[in-house]
T-cell receptor, first 114, second 109 residues
Framework: DTGVSQNPRHKITKRGQNVTFRCDPI?????LYWYRQTLGQGPEFLTY????????KSRLLSDRFSAERPKGSFSTLEIQRTEQGDSAMYLC????????????FGSGTRLTVV | KNEVEQSPQNLTAQEGEFITINCSYS?????LHWLQQHPGGGIVSLFM???GKKKHGRLIATINIQEKHSSLHITASHPRDSAVYIC???????????FGTGTSLTVIP
């Protein structure tokens, strides 16, 4: 297992289109987190899963955003009707419960909405 | 007001200098993380602290729970240390992380 994998690395889309990102966590990690990072800012929490259950969602996650982790392994983050303000780096991280051995981040998906 | 404040925002140092990055937070925490982010966006977790001090190579991280403050020190800095260093805290209630805006470090040869 080589760590947390995110795909695609880069995505350019036209405003109004839907996009979907994928995150494959470390296999034994049952917690998975999504963050969004805009230029010059630290990451902002979006949502997190424990196994397949989505336990917490940020107010940043508008109705256009949906995240799933159907089998408790990989997760997808979908943005519908993208807006230019959605342009950001979307980061995924995974951990064991309690994060006792730390968190592992993916390399992120950079979204540009034109 | 951000839950996590970092200083300085930008830092330029000569190779070999001792560097300190500071982090203050305002929430109760169960752990504090120092992260390193390179220009491509990938993030590496450097340290996870809940008390005291940790050392890894030329990196040292300290935390003072009473003062709600942490520092990241880099000894004998090197150009390859150039990156953005982010302080993140895990709130003691719930599982949310709060992130600082990062310190952009440039080490000049």
């Amino acid at each position: 297992d080589t760590g947390v994998s995110q795909n695609p690395r880069h995505k350019i889309t036209k405003r109004g289109q839907n996009v979907t990102f994928r995150c494959d966590p470390i296999s034994e990690h049952n917690r998975l987190y999504w963050y969004r990072q805009t230029l010059g800012q630290g990451p902002e929490f979006l949502t997190y899963f424990q196994n397949e259950a989505q336990l917490e969602k940020s107010r940043l996650l508008s109705d256009r955003f949906s995240a799933e982790r159907p089998k408790g392994s990989f997760s997808t983050l979908e943005i519908q009707r993208t807006e230019q303000g959605d342009s950001a780096m979307y980061l995924c991280a995974s951990s064991l419960p309690g994060g006792s051995r730390g968190y592992t981040f993916g390399s992120g998906t950079r979204l540009t909405v034109v | 007001k951000n839950e996590v404040e970092q200083s300085p925002q930008n830092l330029t140092a000569q190779e070999g200098e001792f560097i300190t990055i500071n982090c203050s937070y305002s929430v109760g925490i169960s752990a504090l993380h120092w992260l390193q982010q390179h220009p491509g966006g990938g993030i590496v977790s450097l340290f996870m602290l809940s008390s005291g001090k940790k050392k890894h190579g030329r990196l040292i991280a300290t935390i003072n729970i009473q003062e709600k403050h942490s520092s990241l020190h880099i000894t004998a800095s090197h150009p390859r240390d150039s990156a953005v260093y982010i302080c993140a805290v895990r709130a003691s209630t719930g599982n949310q992380f709060y992130f600082g805006t990062g310190t952009s470090l440039t080490v000049i040869p």
